[in-house]
């Protein structure tokens, strides 16, 4: 008897003790990547291996991901409950398909492009290089974004397929899952602040073992965005702002928390809802747009609106503001590449330094003399 | 005409009077009822934009609106005659679903048919035109098939069929389209009578004039063929050619609507019941007149409830004719317990 309650009292002591130990039981040596903007992911580097933890792929996600990244060498000597992530992916990586143009730019500025195998939609890419290796059918086209082609993106057996969900329910990646090929979700765009988008280029450096290099491009975009910033409010003149266009009845237009109305404020200039909050864009009658930016200097990005005769066409409405009478209208639509595809919205993402330079550029002409816009354009 | 049925009609006739300031006055800018009067008969208001509001806004929205009300009120009552079945209506026989084949083609069918489509896509016009002709075609299509077959029954079920298949090819091209078009075409969709130009609105209305003209013409073989087509034949009616005349209406009618604003729901079907409910009659000289008022009415207090008045926000039409529509029918058919038909 008394053994026995020595053997329990055991028991409790140790169990009491490994209570208490926990905390100092788990890795402590995991060295986190240094991110400055982006929310949207995390990387804990442990020497053999990094845990990539992609904490919000869409708006208002309860669920976050934990990807391991581990080298050939070090995958053969560890073993890691499955379970417990969503995915374990051999780095660098050798083949990838990515799904949105805006996860195109840090390929190419990480001098990863010929690590990519499969798009779907390749028309839409602009990238001078990357098209050059869709014309030598080096990539392959994988259709439709929402219905991939999982036949085809099987057949090139990627190492990662990076997607992007507006929800979770994406049938298409829960296919390439089972088939054994990791999807991790990019949520770039869900980020609220343009150098946060930017900053998933060291997302992608992980992927690659270039994260210095992933460090060094971003510091180098954010050193300009900011010193554009800076010269931007060296001018007291702040222009009038309206954006957006009206479809149907309703004005579509960003609202003020929008990383559109952030690079509007950064290039110091009076975006007229800038006080305006809210997740999407917002959606105003047209009586309530007119009546506030009649008068306003200059109307940037009128939906996807190509000329003026098209702005005209769509609503008789839109000739009488001051802006379209003065022909201060500035679009991104008309820049694509060769195949068609906006560079905005390929670019856009990952060098706000370019857009906010453009900005600057269309309402404080004086400030930056010899910069020619990179995306606007003015309507015609 | 009865005398009841004048001051009835003297009523209606106030009530769409009075919803028609109503609706001009009213909007998601407040302006003051006197520079709305103001800017009515021309002389100046305090702001600019009050006045561009009310003459160019406004204004052409609320005839818009009484164009559309009206006009597939008419046309929903004409089908409901022809086919005698409460069901009918522009929707029905496949005339909007070929409306809205034509601007598919035209917005969608960019990514499919390339730099024609892609040129002709920059005019507002080619919307029109191609939404007149793709109803069009689909009438076309149901005349010949109403000369081979004798049941109207079979022609509502051939206009059905029609509808799903138009709907088939706008998914496949839907399947094709791109984002931008894709939400173009679900823009157009949400139905809009507030974007239409004096010029515009001059045309929709010759057109509209016409479609009206023809129904009138129409008034006597509709109520005689309220009797059934055998009796109608017997008492003298050339069948074929009201058949022909009232479908000409309907697509004059509905095509244009559908072209000019989008396609609008339950008007067409619903204001024809809610007319009978009221009046009581299945006179087409009565329930004509009627109908036109009360589609004018409800379309009007459909789009000042889509304004949202004093606020930013403004609804689609198409989903507030439905939202505030569909719940009168029930409820006027609980309250009477049976429908007039």
């Given at each position: 008897?008394?053994?026995?309650i020595?053997?329990?009292?055991?028991?409790?002591?140790?169990?009491?003790?490994?209570?208490?130990?926990?905390?100092?039981?788990?890795?402590?040596?995991?060295?986190?990547?240094?991110?400055?903007?982006?929310?949207?992911?995390?990387?804990t580097?442990?020497?053999?291996?990094?845990?990539?933890?992609?904490?919000?792929p869409?708006?208002?996600?309860?669920?976050?991901?934990?990807y391991?990244?581990?080298?050939?060498?070090?995958?053969?000597?560890?073993?890691?409950?499955?379970?417990?992530?969503?995915?374990?992916?051999?780095?660098?990586i050798?083949?990838?398909?990515?799904t949105?143009?805006?996860?195109i730019?840090?390929?190419?500025?990480?001098?990863?492009?010929?690590?990519?195998v499969?798009?779907?939609?390749?028309?839409?890419?602009?990238?001078?290089?990357?098209?050059?290796?869709i014309?030598?059918?080096?990539i392959?086209e994988?259709?439709?974004?929402e219905s991939?082609?999982?036949?085809?993106?099987?057949?090139?057996?990627?190492n990662?397929?990076?997607?992007?969900?507006?929800?979770?329910?994406?049938?298409?990646?829960?296919?390439?899952?089972?088939?054994?090929?990791?999807?991790?979700y990019?949520?770039?765009?869900?980020?609220?602040s343009?150098?946060?988008?930017?900053?998933?280029?060291?997302?992608?450096?992980?992927?690659?073992?270039?994260?210095?290099?992933?460090?060094?491009?971003?510091?180098?975009?954010?050193?300009?965005?900011?010193?554009?910033?800076?010269?931007?409010?060296?001018?007291?003149?702040k222009p009038?702002?309206?954006?957006?266009?009206m479809?149907?009845?309703?004005w579509?237009l960003?609202n003020?928390?929008s990383?559109?109305?952030?690079?509007?404020?950064?290039?110091?200039?009076?975006?007229?809802?800038q006080?305006?909050?809210?997740?999407?864009?917002?959606?105003?009658?047209?009586?309530?747009?007119?009546?506030?930016?009649?008068?306003?200097?200059?109307?940037?990005?009128?939906?996807?609106?190509?000329?003026?005769?098209?702005l005209?066409?769509?609503?008789?409405?839109?000739?009488?503001?001051?802006?379209?009478?003065?022909?201060?209208?500035?679009?991104?639509?008309?820049?694509?590449g060769k195949?068609?595809?906006v560079?905005?919205?390929?670019?856009?993402?990952?060098?706000?330094?370019?857009?906010?330079?453009?900005?600057?550029?269309?309402?404080?002409?004086?400030?930056?003399?010899?910069?020619?816009?990179?995306?606007?354009?003015?309507?015609? | 005409?009865?005398?009841?049925?004048?001051?009835?009609?003297?009523?209606?006739?106030?009530?769409?009077?009075?919803?028609?300031?109503?609706?001009?006055?009213?909007?998601?800018?407040?302006?003051?009822i006197?520079?709305v009067?103001?800017?009515?008969?021309?002389?100046?208001?305090?702001?600019?934009?009050?006045?561009?509001?009310?003459?160019?806004?406004?204004?052409?929205?609320a005839?818009?609106?009484?164009l559309?009300?009206?006009g597939?009120?008419i046309?929903?009552?004409?089908?409901q005659?022809?086919?005698?079945?409460?069901?009918?209506g522009?929707?029905?026989?496949?005339?909007?679903?070929?409306?809205?084949l034509?601007?598919?083609?035209?917005?969608?069918g960019?990514?499919?048919?390339?730099?024609?489509?892609a040129?002709?896509?920059?005019?507002?016009?080619?919307?029109?035109?191609?939404?007149s002709l793709?109803?069009?075609l689909?009438?076309?299509?149901?005349?010949?098939?109403?000369?081979?077959?004798?049941?109207?029954?079979a022609?509502?079920?051939?206009?059905l069929?029609?509808?799903s298949?138009?709907?088939?090819?706008?998914?496949?091209?839907?399947?094709?389209?791109?984002?931008?078009?894709?939400?173009?075409?679900?823009?157009?969709?949400?139905?809009?009578?507030?974007?239409?130009?004096?010029?515009?609105?001059?045309?929709?209305?010759?057109?509209?004039?016409?479609g009206?003209?023809?129904?009138?013409?129409?008034?006597?073989?509709?109520?005689?063929?309220?009797l059934?087509?055998?009796?109608?034949?017997?008492?003298?009616?050339?069948?074929?050619?009201?058949?022909?005349?009232?479908?000409?209406?309907?697509?004059?009618?509905?095509?244009?609507?559908?072209?000019?604003?989008?396609?609008?729901?339950?008007?067409?079907l619903?204001?024809?019941?809610?007319?009978?409910q009221?009046?009581?009659t299945?006179?087409?000289?009565?329930?004509l007149?009627a109908?036109f008022?009360?589609?004018?009415?409800?379309?009007?207090?459909?789009?000042?409830?889509?304004?949202?008045?004093?606020?930013?926000?403004?609804?689609p039409?198409?989903?507030?004719?439905?939202?505030?529509?569909?719940?009168?029918v029930i409820w006027?058919?609980?309250?009477?317990?049976?429908?007039?038909?």
């Amino acid at each position: 008897m008394k053994k026995a309650i020595f053997f329990l009292f055991t028991i409790f002591v140790f169990s009491c003790k490994n209570e208490t130990a926990k905390p100092i039981a788990k890795p402590v040596d995991g060295h986190q990547l240094e991110l400055k903007y982006a929310k949207g992911f995390s990387v804990t580097d442990y020497s053999t291996f990094k845990v990539l933890n992609i904490k919000n792929p869409w708006p208002d996600s309860e669920k976050s991901y934990r990807y391991v990244l581990i080298n050939k060498e070090n995958a053969a000597k560890t073993t890691f409950v499955k379970d417990e992530f969503d995915g374990i992916i051999i780095n660098p990586i050798k083949k990838i398909v990515v799904t949105s143009t805006t996860h195109i730019p840090a390929l190419e500025l990480l001098n990863a492009e010929e690590t990519l195998v499969g798009f779907p939609g390749t028309d839409f890419i602009s990238s001078e290089k990357i098209r050059m290796r869709i014309d030598e059918g080096k990539i392959r086209e994988l259709g439709k974004n929402e219905s991939i082609n999982t036949e085809v993106l099987l057949s090139l057996n990627p190492n990662v397929v990076i997607g992007f969900g507006i929800d979770g329910n994406n049938k298409t990646f829960e296919t390439i899952k089972k088939s054994g090929i990791p999807v991790i979700y990019n949520g770039d765009w869900v980020e609220d602040s343009p150098l946060a988008k930017a900053e998933w280029i060291k997302f992608f450096g992980t992927l690659y073992h270039k994260e210095k290099e992933a460090d060094s491009i971003f510091n180098t975009i954010e050193k300009n965005y900011l010193e554009a910033k800076k010269l931007a409010q060296t001018v007291k003149n702040k222009p009038t702002i309206l954006s957006g266009a009206m479809h149907s009845d309703i004005w579509y237009l960003p609202n003020g928390t929008s990383t559109e109305a952030q690079l509007l404020k950064d290039a110091n200039t009076n975006y007229l809802w800038q006080n305006s909050q809210g997740s999407g864009s917002l959606k105003l009658s047209f009586e309530t747009v007119f009546t506030k930016a009649k008068d306003a200097d200059i109307w940037i990005n009128p939906s996807n609106y190509t000329s003026l005769k098209a702005l005209e066409n769509s609503s008789s409405h839109n000739t009488m503001f001051s802006a379209f009478i003065n022909k201060n209208i500035y679009t991104i639509t008309n820049t694509t590449g060769k195949t068609g595809g906006v560079l905005y919205y390929e670019l856009g993402f990952a060098r706000p330094d370019l857009v906010l330079k453009d900005l600057i550029k269309i309402c404080h002409p004086e400030l930056l003399k010899d910069y020619k816009p990179f995306f606007f354009k003015p309507l015609e | 005409m009865t005398l009841s049925y004048k001051y009835s009609f003297l009523a209606l006739t106030l009530i769409l009077i009075l919803c028609f300031f109503v609706n001009i006055s009213l909007g998601s800018v407040y302006i003051p009822i006197k520079a709305v009067f103001n800017s009515l008969v021309g002389s100046a208001t305090e702001q600019d934009a009050w006045q561009h509001i009310i003459t160019n806004y406004r204004l052409p929205k609320a005839l818009t609106a009484i164009l559309v009300g009206s006009g597939l009120g008419i046309s929903g009552l004409l089908m409901q005659t022809l086919f005698r079945n409460p069901l009918a209506g522009p929707f029905v026989l496949g005339i909007s679903s070929g409306a809205s084949l034509g601007v598919a083609l035209i917005i969608l069918g960019t990514g499919l048919f390339g730099g024609v489509f892609a040129s002709l896509f920059i005019s507002k016009w080619s919307v029109v035109i191609a939404a007149s002709l793709g109803s069009f075609l689909v009438l076309i299509a149901v005349l010949v098939v109403s000369i081979k077959v004798r049941d109207t029954m079979a022609i509502l079920i051939i206009g059905l069929m029609f509808a799903s298949i138009t709907a088939a090819i706008v998914s496949v091209l839907s399947y094709f389209g791109s984002a931008e078009q894709l939400q173009q075409y679900i823009f157009w969709g949400f139905g809009s009578l507030g974007n239409l130009s004096w010029y515009e609105l001059f045309v929709f209305s010759v057109i509209f004039c016409l479609g009206i003209l023809l129904s009138i013409i129409s008034i006597k073989s509709l109520n005689t063929l309220l009797l059934g087509e055998n009796y109608a034949i017997s008492l003298g009616l050339n069948i074929k050619r009201s058949r022909l005349i009232i479908i000409a209406a309907t697509s004059l009618l509905a095509g244009t609507i559908t072209a000019f604003a989008g396609p609008i729901a339950f008007i067409g079907l619903a204001i024809p019941h809610i007319t009978r409910q009221v009046f009581n009659t299945s006179n087409h000289k009565i329930l004509l007149p009627a109908v036109f008022l009360f589609g004018a009415v409800v379309m009007l207090i459909c789009d000042s409830i889509a304004q949202l008045p004093n606020s930013d926000y403004t609804l689609p039409i198409n989903a507030i004719t439905s939202l505030i529509g569909a719940p009168v029918v029930i409820w006027l058919l609980v309250r009477k317990r049976k429908m007039v038909f």
